[in-house]
Nanobody
């Protein structure tokens, strides 16, 4: 059993920053890729960013490229999402997830454990 707990969400003005954290327990964290997804009201869940098991490979959705940075600390079993220059369209519930392999993926079905989500609201 794997537990993922996100934190760091909140309300921020456009142009501001937030740092999301996702703490993992119950499995060898360092053996698997991790990802961040988000879901806005009335929309499907979408990929935001992914990172491989060692942190040497990352990938971003075009909508966040250059503004968001994913990282991981395997000693702390934690993955982070630094979000800068936030825009109102970034408003969503953000979820972290554990991949089924050591690599990263943009496909939700290739992630088998999900956190409960943390709300990010960006005001204009």
């Amino acid at each position: 059993q794997v537990q993922l707990v996100e934190s760091g969400g909140g309300l921020v003005q456009a142009g501001g920053s937030l740092r999301l954290s996702c703490a993992a327990s119950g499995r060898t964290f360092s053996s698997y890729g991790m990802g961040w997804f988000r879901q806005a009201p009335g929309k499907e869940r979408e990929f935001v960013s992914g990172i491989n098991w060692s942190g040497t490979s990352t990938y971003y959705a075009d909508s966040v490229k250059g503004r968001f940075t994913i990282s991981r600390d395997n000693a702390r079993n934690t993955v982070y999402l630094q979000m800068d220059n936030l825009k109102p369209e970034d408003t969503a519930v953000y979820y972290c997830a554990t991949a089924t392999s050591r690599g990263l993926s943009i496909i939700p079905r290739e992630y088998n454990y999900w956190g409960q989500g943390t709300q990010v609201t960006v005001s204009s």
